[in-house]
């Protein structure tokens, strides 16, 4: 199993990001220049799994300040699937939002998107809802949240 670190992203990262989201997300990707504002905005919540090889996996969490987050994108090289990359991606960028108080994070997958239901299962995610033509006609999601954990005085 080829571990690669998890860091946050730079800008020199958004050309590699841009085209794992177009081979990941074929029809529904961002466009590089909404991928150039999301790490505007965003970028000290946009994290990448990189090794010598290339960039294979990024994570994207948006946080409002109103103690509620969402997380925009998690996605991972076909060729490096199965390999914990998505959790580690994952389990980084939730340990961000615990840090920096962001709240209950919310985000929406496909419901036939049984390997990333059971990531984020896993990780604490429930059903919130399910909404029809969410991210357009026929694209059906289900949104998900992950409350807040506990924290030990």
Do not use: K
């Not at 505007?40 to 990448?48: C, T």
Request: aromatic share 8%; charged share 20%; with cysteine.
């Amino acid at each position: 199993m080829q571990h690669g670190q998890v860091r946050h992203a730079v800008e020199g990262d958004l050309a590699a990001i841009a085209a794992l989201e177009a081979r990941a997300f074929p029809g529904l990707s961002y466009p590089y220049f909404a991928l150039r504002q999301l790490f505007d905005v965003h970028g000290h919540h946009m994290l990448v799994t990189a090794s010598a090889g290339g960039l294979y996996g990024y994570v994207l969490l948006a946080g409002d300040g109103n103690g509620r987050s969402w997380l925009l994108a998690l996605a991972v090289d076909r060729t490096h699937r199965q390999q914990g990359h998505g959790r580690r991606l994952l389990d980084a960028v939730l340990g961000l939002a615990d840090d920096r108080e962001l709240g209950a994070v919310w985000l929406s997958v496909a419901p036939d998107n049984h390997p990333a239901l059971r990531l984020y299962q896993a990780a604490g995610f429930c059903l919130a809802e399910r909404r029809r033509d969410y991210l357009g006609p026929g694209q059906d999601r289900l949104v998900m949240v992950r409350q807040v954990p506990r924290r030990t005085p």
